[in-house]
T-cell receptor, first 114, second 113 residues
Framework: DQQVKQNSPSLSVQEGRISILNCDYT??????FLWYKKYPAEGPTFLIS?????DKNEDGRFTVFLNKSAKHLSLHIVPSQPGDSAVYFC?????????????FGTGTRLKVLA | NAGVTQTPKFQVLKTGQSMTLQCAQD?????MSWYRQDPGMGLRLIHY???????DQGEVPNGYNVSRSTTEDFPLRLLSAAPSQTSVYFC????????????FGDGTRLSIL
């Protein structure tokens, strides 16, 4: 059972416009949510995160929104740039009994058109 | 500062062969983990470790073994390779705590014939 879901496998956006990537989760015990970006032939790199006690976190062009009641988070990129073209993964984690693990979604491939 | 180093980068195995994928980090990170990436499946957690001497199973642990004898190293062993284990494998590490971002290696592309 997929605990973290990214239902849009791909997304195309015009340069300068907003990109919105979505992520849904099923486990209400998740405490933290993280977004990663992955270019081909490279490992994922961390972008931005949010704690479950917040509903928004912003870092430059990147903003993550969390709706706990809907078990939904989204990553907004404004303005989108061609260099943002990559696969984006959301991940969630929960700490229980001194241990924790990160569960990733299936990813969304973003293409920013020049 | 090398970060997370994975070796080898590419490997082709025959069914039934054994192999160890190496992962080393030089950031003194407590947490290390292994993922596999398959088309349409995202990154799936194989095994993870919250510190030296401690390992635990992730989402897809069958067919894989791990050990964590030092903070720096977290090797992944395939005891008897199967075609279903053809994948790209990523190792990651982070400081302790569920809110810490992970640093990933560049991956090992493994093909099992």
């Amino acid at each position: 059972d997929q605990q973290v879901k990214q239902n849009s496998p791909s997304l195309s956006v015009q340069e300068g416009r907003i990109s919105i990537l979505n992520c849904d989760y099923t486990n209400s015990m998740f405490d933290y949510f993280l977004w990663y970006k992955k270019y081909p032939a490279e490992g994922p790199t961390f972008l931005i995160s949010i704690s479950s006690i917040k509903d928004k976190n912003e870092d430059g062009r990147f903003t993550v929104f969390l709706n706990k009641s809907a078990k939904h988070l989204s990553l907004h990129i404004v303005p989108s740039q061609p260099g943002d073209s990559a696969v984006y993964f959301c991940a969630a984690s929960a700490e229980t009994s001194g241990t924790y693990k990160y569960i990733f979604g299936t990813g969304t491939r973003l293409k920013v058109l020049a | 500062n090398a970060g997370v180093t994975q070796t080898p980068k590419f490997q082709v195995l025959k069914t039934g062969q054994s192999m160890t994928l190496q992962c080393a980090q030089d950031m003194n990170h407590e947490y290390m983990s292994w993922y596999r990436q398959d088309p349409g499946m995202g990154l799936r957690l194989i095994h993870y470790s919250v510190g030296a001497g401690i390992t635990d199973q992730g989402e897809v642990p069958n067919g894989y073994n791990v050990s964590r004898s030092t903070t720096e190293d977290f090797p992944l062993r395939l005891l008897s390779a199967a075609p279903s284990q053809t994948s790209v494998y990523f190792c990651a590490s982070s400081y302790g705590g569920a809110n810490q971002p992970q640093h990933f290696g560049d991956g090992t592309r493994l093909s099992i014939l």
